[in-house]
């Protein structure tokens, strides 16, 4: 062989050496989830979990108007019950259908059966974290509490109002359906077809451990948030809910609780409490006009004074509760009336004669408020907003 045959050999072999070297030796979700179309409107996400060490996935249902390109997306998490999965609810038609009455998007993660919580069966209630952040990321969702809510059933419905409770500062609304919300417990004194056997591979055998894990134990944290509670009339989990609904009554948290004809039933009770969660996730999404910061339902230019003059404060409750939810009254806030500016709520019954919007293009406005804006905040990564349908 001539040297010049052999060097080309050489220098491929080496390329060849090198580019393996280079290759992951297994492939890595983390960076990159993959995405695939289930249905129309619904996705699966795969994605390697470094809490749990394996790959997992969550399915997403998509609002009629979702745009990747705007930030902010309202958004319901969605919890399975024990012995179901990410796809139980979206693979069938009548709960998927239910499903995409949301206006906003809607995550199903895949929990196995972990109660949703760390615990000696795996942890769980981190995963759950690091799952929302991966879909907090890949679909823009919203980081206001206004516009994030979480529900699920049965052992979901446990692990929603658990999540809430222990992420009280993340959501507006939690809803339980056929939920086992006053558990673990010693349920001698319940009936004996309102019972549910300890699960001791979560929450040991030992009864001391169980008071920590008993949502009924922790109301004090939903206050603030709208709580809908939903049973079946021959449910297992009906005494439960009834002695949740009193704890909450008994710490003046405002909730309602629902009984709808049915067990603890996937295919009765849960199929019928669907769309009570949606209608009720959206009349809590839409309740706060963004923006909106004298509350009397349309975005104009008193509310960029209300904004101004509060400019600083701690509290967003000096702005009708109408930001972001987030750092007090700050430049975020400005945006969002910005971006919302002449939108007008769906609850505006009777707007006052001739309050409709006025000039909203009004550059001067745009100027003043820029000028302001540039001499009162440090202004640094503001976010695009989303206005829910109207
Ligand atoms: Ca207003
Ligand atoms: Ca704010």
Known sequence: MRPSVITALLIAKLLVAALFACAPSKRSFADDPVVQTLYNRVQMVTFRSTVLEQDKSFTVVLPQNYDAAIDDWPVLFFLHGSGRHERSLVDVQSKRDALKAGNYVTILPDGDRSWWIDSPYGDYGTYLEETFAVAENLYKLSSNPKHRAITGWSMGGYGAV??????????????????????????????????????????????????????????????????????????????????????????????????LEGGHSFDVTLENAIPLVVAHTNAVFAETLLGDFNGDNIVNLADYTVWRDNLGATDESLIFSAGDGLNGVDSADYELWKTNFGAVSANASSLPTGSLVPEPGSLMVFAIAAIALFRTTKCSG?????????
């Open 162 to 259: 658990r999540y809430a409770q222990t992420h009280a500062d993340e959501f507006s609304a939690v809803s339980p359906i056929i939920g086992v919300i006053d558990y673990p417990r010693d349920q001698s004194s319940f009936p004996e077809d309102q019972r549910y056997d300890i699960r001791t591979e979560i929450f040991t055998s030992n009864p001391s451990n169980w008071p920590a894990h008993n949502p009924m134990n922790f109301v004090q944290d939903l206050s603030g948030m709208s709580v809908q509670l939903i049973t079946g009339t021959t449910a297992f989990d009906r005494t439960m809910n009834q002695n949740f609904s009193a704890q909450l009554t008994a710490a003046d948290i405002d909730h309602t609780l629902t009984i």
């Open 382 to 390: 503001l976010r695009r907003t989303f206005s829910p349908p109207r």
